[in-house]
């Protein structure tokens, strides 16, 4: 007798990778503790992390200039675009009215 079909998932569950990315989004204080650890992880594994960071509105200046530093050349042409400074220019902006 065959076997029945296989069906699919109702719920495919993340990878670790993920979850690890998600983890870290949410101590994000963490990364800054060791930012030159994001040199030693994969540039795909930063990628999606700072994806998750952006994602979540956790993204910060000291962030962003870790990854701008993280030494992965596609991170650094992404982050090149970005005026890190432009909402703390706002922020004093409307501070100063």
Do not use: C, K, N
Not at 27 to 51: K, R
Not at 83 to 91: E, F, G, K, V
């Amino acid at each position: 007798m065959a076997a029945p079909p296989a069906s699919p998932r109702a719920y495919d569950p993340p990878s670790l990778v993920t979850l690890a990315a998600l983890t870290a989004a949410e101590h994000p204080q963490l990364i800054l503790a060791d930012p030159a650890a994001l040199g030693t992880m994969g540039e795909d594994l930063a990628a999606l992390l700072l994806g998750v960071l952006v994602r979540r509105g956790r993204m910060t200046r000291p962030l962003a200039i870790a990854f701008r530093g993280s030494g992965h050349a596609g991170i650094a042409a992404f982050l090149s675009g970005w005026d890190i400074d432009a909402p703390l220019m706002a922020a004093a902006h409307v501070a100063g009215r």
